[in-house]
Structures are given as structure tokens and as C-alpha cells.
């Protein structure tokens, strides 16, 4: 759909959308700013190894029906597989609509989530078109967005549990769901949330999603971002966080699903002591496109960034990662180290990797590695001579490599699981037992 | 248990063994020692089944089949270990997971049931306690950040723990502190018997002290020189390897 065609039709369903008469004014400018923007197109540098004219071609639903009934049984079956308990934080939202929240009711004193929808209706604009600034499918997603939510902590606050927010997708319809999530944690404030996209093997949406982190100083945020939509739908996000003195954000992003998935990643360490460790885990195989562009802006001095982002490419799947740290002018004391590992299984798969420092000042510590391979023949015949056979040892040291990201997250068994069904691997013994003390 | 004739070996072209012959009868203990680029470490790499060596004459015979016909993990299931001179690190694997795989997967291969959780724990922990080795080794990964003492000592409880037939210990003794040794040494003694063959690479007579071997070789120039039992390493510690590289040549 043409920019054009777009801001036709926001213009005619303005009134469909959630929001005060000022949420509607920031709509329409956040559409003239896509409009005048238009789709990233190859020639950009950022948007090299991917191509949106999918996006631009499609014939967009944008304005569909709430499925009925919410949660519909294909969705509760979908969510079923994200094996969460029954009594977890748990928003869930089906097809971009908000389907169930056992959540805000339940949290304490001084810790709000509250759905997009509610936010837009009685505090009126969250995020400002400049918040978005140069960043065009952010300014579609202000320019859309109906749902999401916005969890807000007040000073010295922690969550007792993680929040996990659920973006299930059951239409097969091509249609567009563009969430807007916010968190906003005051100082020292403390949270973990996960987030989960997740799809059938029919959904055709598009998701646009926009998540907005703002920590204060000496606020805390464990973000989870687990990307396993069906195969036939595409993503673009674009995760900004803003983070003060002394905060701290560690994230880790997962992408096994998606057809098409373009995720941006903007971090500003605004003040002393800010810390950012991301890490990724990418598989990509089947078609798949998967693009990661990383951008750390060290503004503020003795700031800290680690990177460590690892892709897998199986038959015909295409893996892009771009870091880039900007070291920025009268910095001192500046930590950044980045590290891209690539484990290319097939002949047929592409890795495009690229690794960007941009320093602009002198007391600065940074690092870089990339590597693109096949697994470790030295690794596979130790094992091997250990009587394990070579596929099971191909298969061994292939989860072994993603592992070492899903350690990070609260269910590394679930998701060990998930790679070894999504590559097929071969291994010598069950991988979830573990050594009895 | 193993005969190895005439065996001739290249890497990349350049011949590296050079009609080595070498038999070692069941429950004995052989030391093959050699100065550095002599073709020891090639040796054992060879009879594990590592890719990239071009055996270009020869024959080897383990337990009556043709060794070099079979896979890697088929020589290990059949009784063959290799401790390595570098073991490798693989981060992401955990030590108890490999060693219960390395285990069931030669238990499979001779019809036996594999071991249920339970008795698999108590064999392992007697096995660490006899190398002293720690409890939480168990979940960390397979030498990953073990210094070069730990490394040996894990590659010596994988043996312990695997009981193969013929051993092939790779400078298994270098880099270690008297300690280590000692350790190293108690484990390899301790496996000794009547149906269990062994193979001591070595550059120094250190080891052969801790590890008393029924012969001693001497390799240079990819063949076996010299033969003789232990008072041999002794001489070649004392005297070095030229007067045994001069005998052959004049020979």
C-alpha cells in the first residue's frame, strides 16, 4: 500500500482509533511524516540487505474486525504453547485486539499497566512525533496504532513478577497490527517483561510494533523479546530506549519465525553509569529474511554497552546484523565491546554481518569481532571420538552455539526445544536432563 | 589388541609416519617417546580417526577389525580412547551431559541398556572424587575456562568413566604440576588389567616414573628406532634422543 493510500485511509477511519481529539492531531502528523518520508527503500544505507516492497505492494487490511470470539479457540491454542501458569502477569492480545489482562488489577502501589486503547482515551498522547524522529515505520505505528500497553513504575518500585505481554495472530488475512508498547520506570524502579509474538502457520499479518523504554536513574529493565510468528508473516519493530544515570537495560531479542522481519534497536546512554547488555539469537532458515540493525549511542561518559548477537542460517534462510556504536564527542570512559557470531548451516543461506564504530573521543575501551562459519571441526571430532556420532555431534554443538543466548532468559528448556523442532537436530540425549546434586 | 604394520602417513602431502610397526598385546602398557615433530601426535591423532591424515600404506588392526576402516565414534564405541594432548573447549555443552552421552552411545553400540540417571550420578561422582574433581564441574561447560591441569584431569575422568580397552594418552603429562601428575597417573594405574592396553605418548620420562610401562619406544623420523623396557626412558632422559637418532641412521 502506497504512503499515499495509507494516509487515505487513516484520514476516513480517524474515528475508528482510540485517542483524545489531541491523540488524533499527532496521528495525522505522525502520517505526514511517513507520507513525506515514504517507505525505507534499498538505498538507504540502513536498509542495504532489505526490502519492504512486500510492505508496499500488499493490499493491507488496516481498519479489521476484532475477532470473535476474543480469545478465539485458534488463539488459545496458540498461547497454550508459550506454556506460561496460569496465574502469570499476562496480557494477551489477539490480531492487535486486547483479548484478556490478568495483570493490572493485581499489581501494587505505585506500578500501572494499563492497555494503549485506555491510555490514549485518558491521558491523550504518549509519544510524541519527535520521539520517533527519522524513524518512518515508528511514525506508521504513531500514526496507527489502536493497542499495546504502558506500564509506568514510581521511584524505588519492583514487580514481583515478570510481565508478559502476547501478541498472538490467527487471521489469514494480510493485515496490519502496529502495537505501541511503553515502559516507563522511575528511579531505581525495577521490572522484567516479556514479550511474545507469536502466530499460526496460516496468519499473513504484518506487525508493526514500537516499543518505547524510558529508565530513570538507577532503574533496572529485563526485556524479553521472543519473535516466533508463523511463517508466512512479516515484522518490523523498532525498540528505543532512553536510559539515565546509573540504569540498566539487557535485553534479549529472539527472532525464530516471520518471513520477513526488519528489527531496529536504538539505545542512548544519556549519563554516567548507564549500562546496556542486548543479546541475540536469530535462526533463520526456509525462506526467511531476518535483519537486525543495532544502533548504541554512548552520549553520556563511563557508559557501557555489550552486544552479543548470534545468527543461525539454515536452507535458503538470509540473516542480517548491523551494530553500530557511536562514541560520541567530550565522552571519557566509554566500555563497549560487540561481538556478531554466525554459524551458516547451509550452502544455500547468507549471513551479511557488519559491525560500525564511530568514536569520536579518546579514553574509550571498545571491541569487535564478527565471525561467520560452519561448526568447529575440532569441537565435532573431540566429540566424536567420544562415540557420539556425527550428526548428533553436529547436532550438539549447533544448540550448543544458541544456547549460550537462551541461558539468559526463564525458559531456556522451552526454547532449547523450540530450535532443536525449527533445525531439525539430531542429538546423542535428551537435552533438558540435568546433573542431580 | 592393536598391530599396527608398516604404517605410512601423510598431512597435506608431506609423509609424517614412515612404516611405523608397532604391536601392543592386551593389558600391556607402551611409552612412545620421540622428539618434538617425530610423528606422535600424528600417530594418535590416526588411530582416532581424525580427518585431514592420508594413510598412504599400512594396516591397523584393533580387536581384530580394520581400525581405519571404521568412523571416529565407532572406534570409541568399540574401546578406543584418545585423551588429547589440547582438549577442546565447547561452551554450551555441559560436562555431565557428554559424558552420559559418550557413555550411553558405547553402551547402545554393545546392546547394553543405558544407565538410568541415578546410577549414572554415582558412577560419575566416585569417578570425580578419584581425579579430584569438584561437584559443580558437573553443570559447567566442557572445559571451558578450565585451566591446563583441569583440562587433563577431565580428560582422564571421561576415561575412567568411558573404561575403554586401549587408551592412547597424548602428552597427557605436559603442562601439569607434580600434583596433576600424580593424579593423572593414579587414574591411568588404576585402570590396569589383563584386558586393558595402553599407550603413553610422551617427551618426557616424568610420567613413565608414575606410570610404569612394560616397553618404550623410541619414534623419530616417523619410525620406531629403538625398543626397550622402562631403563630405556630412563637413558633417554639422561642422555636426550641424538645417540638413538645416530643408531638408526647408521643402521
Known amino acids: 500500500m502506497t504512503p499515499e493510500e495509507l494516509q487515505h485511509s487513516l484520514q476516513h477511519n480517524l474515528a475508528k482509533l482510540p485517542g483524545t481529539a489531541a491523540v488524533r492531531a499527532t496521528r495525522e502528523a505522525a502520517m505526514n511524516a511517513f507520507a513525506t518520508a515514504g517507505y525505507p527503500t534499498r538505498g538507504h544505507e540502513d536498509w542495504r540487505y532489505t526490502d519492504l516492497k512486500p510492505l508496499a505492494d500488499a493490499d493491507l487490511v488496516l481498519f479489521p474486525q476484532p475477532p470473535e470470539p476474543l480469545p478465539s479457540p485458534a488463539a488459545a491454542a496458540l498461547m497454550a504453547t508459550v506454556g506460561l501458569p496460569p496465574d502469570a502477569y499476562a496480557l494477551l492480545f489477539v490480531d492487535g485486539y486486547l483479548a484478556a489482562n490478568q495483570v493490572s488489577a493485581r499489581l501494587g502501589d505505585g506500578i500501572e499497566l494499563s492497555s494503549l486503547a485506555d491510555s490514549l482515551e485518558q491521558i491523550g498522547p504518549v509519544t510524541s512525533v ?308 | 589388541m592393536l598391530a599396527i604394520k608398516s604404517l605410512s602417513v601423510s598431512v597435506q602431502n608431506q609423509a609424517i609416519l614412515k612404516g611405523l610397526t608397532l604391536t601392543v598385546g592386551a593389558g600391556e602398557v607402551h611409552a612412545i617417546m620421540g622428539p618434538n615433530g617425530s610423528g606422535k601426535s600424528t600417530l594418535a591423532q590416526v588411530l582416532a580417526g581424525r580427518d585431514g591424515y592420508e594413510v598412504t600404506n599400512g594396516s591397523v588392526e584393533f580387536l581384530g577389525e580394520d581400525l581405519l576402516a571404521m568412523l571416529p565414534e565407532e572406534r570409541a564405541r568399540a574401546g578406543l580412547f584418545l585423551a588429547f594432548q589440547y582438549p577442546l573447549e565447547i561452551p554450551g555443552v555441559n560436562n555431565a551431559y557428554l559424558l552420559k552421552a559418550a557413555l550411553n552411545a558405547q553402551r547402545k553400540s554393545h546392546g547394553e541398556p543405558e544407565l538410568d540417571a541415578f546410577e549414572f550420578m554415582r558412577l560419575i561422582k566416585e569417578n570425580m572424587e578419584f581425579v579430584q574433581i569438584s561437584q559443580d564441574f558437573l553443570s559447567r561447560s566442557v572445559n571451558a575456562g578450565f585451566s591446563g591441569g583441569e583440562k587433563k584431569r577431565n580428560e582422564i575422568l571421561q576415561m575412567l568413566t568411558l573404561r575403554p580397552r586401549l587408551a592412547v594418552l597424548d602428552e597427557t603429562d605436559s603442562g601439569l604440576d607434580v600434583d596433576a601428575l600424580k593424579i593423572v597417573a593414579k587414574g591411568v594405574n588404576s585402570l590396569r588389567g589383563p584386558d586393558r592396553s595402553m599407550i603413553l605418548i610422551t617427551h618426557y620420562a616424568r610420567l613413565l616414573e608414575l606410570i610404569e610401562p612394560d616397553h618404550v619406544h623410541v619414534l623419530a623420523g616417523g619410525r620406531i628406532v629403538k625398543s626397550g623396557d622402562r631403563t630405556l626412558a630412563l637413558e633417554l632422559d639422561e642422555r636426550g634422543y641424538d645417540w638413538v637418532q645416530e643408531q638408526a641412521k647408521s643402521a
Not at chain 1, 523504554?213 to 530506549?241: C, F, M, N, S, Y
Not at chain 1, 519465525?257 to 543479546?279: E, K, M, Q, S
Open chain 1, 130 to 437: 519527535d520521539d520517533v524522529n527519522g524513524q518512518p515505520l515508528a511514525a506508521l505505528n504513531l500514526a496507527f496504532a489502536r493497542e499495546g500497553a504502558r506500564l509506568t513504575l514510581d521511584r524505588g518500585k519492583s514487580l514481583e513478577a515478570p510481565i508478559h505481554l502476547i501478541f498472538a495472530n490467527v487471521s489469514p488475512l494480510l493485515q496490519a497490527s502496529q502495537p505501541q508498547f511503553l515502559i516507563q520506570l522511575a528511579p531505581n524502579a525495577r521490572a522484567q517483561v516479556i514479550v511474545h509474538h507469536i502466530g499460526t502457520a496460516e496468519s499473513a499479518s504484518w506487525t508493526n510494533m514500537l516499543t518505547r523504554v524510558v529508565l530513570e536513574a538507577g532503574a533496572h529493565l529485563t526485556l524479553h523479546r521472543l519473535q516466533d510468528h508463523g511463517p508466512k508473516q512479516l515484522h518490523t519493530e523498532l525498540l528505543d530506549a532512553k536510559l539515565a544515570a546509573d540504569s540498566e537495560l539487557e535485553l534479549t531479542s529472539l527472532d525464530f519465525g516471520g518471513r520477513l522481519v526488519r528489527n531496529d534497536i536504538h539505545v542512548n546512554l544519556t549519563a554516567p553509569g548507564a549500562r546496556c547488555d542486548l543479546a541475540g539469537l536469530t535462526l533463520a532458515s526456509d525462506g526467511q529474511h531476518i535483519d537486525n540493525h543495532i544502533r548504541i549511542d554512548h552520549v553520556g561518559s563511563h557508559t557501557e554497552s555489550e552486544q552479543s548477537f548470534r545468527n543461525i542460517v539454515g536452507d535458503h534462510g538470509r540473516a542480517v546484523f548491523n551494530g553500530k556504536v557511536i562514541v560520541h564527542r567530550n565522552t571519557k570512559g566509554i566500555a563497549a565491546n560487540q561481538a556478531s557470531d554466525n554459524l551458516l548451516l547451509a550452502a544455500n543461506g547468507e549471513i551479511d554481518t557488519k559491525p560500525e564504530l564511530e568514536i569520536y573521543a579518546d579514553d574509550v575501551k571498545c571491541s569487535h569481532g564478527a565471525t561467520v562459519g560452519e561448526l568447529d571441526e575440532q569441537q565435532l571430532f573431540y566429540l566424536r571420538s567420544r562415540g557420539i556420532g556425527d550428526s548428533a555431534a553436529r547436532g550438539l554443538l549447533t544448540l550448543a552455539f544458541a544456547t549460550q543466548i537462551l541461558e539468559r532468559t526463564t525458559a531456556p528448556t522451552r526454547l532449547n526445544a523450540r530450535v532443536i523442532a525449527k533445525l531439525g537436530l539430531d542429538l546423542p540425549e535428551d537435552p533438558t536432563w540435568r546433573p542431580t546434586p
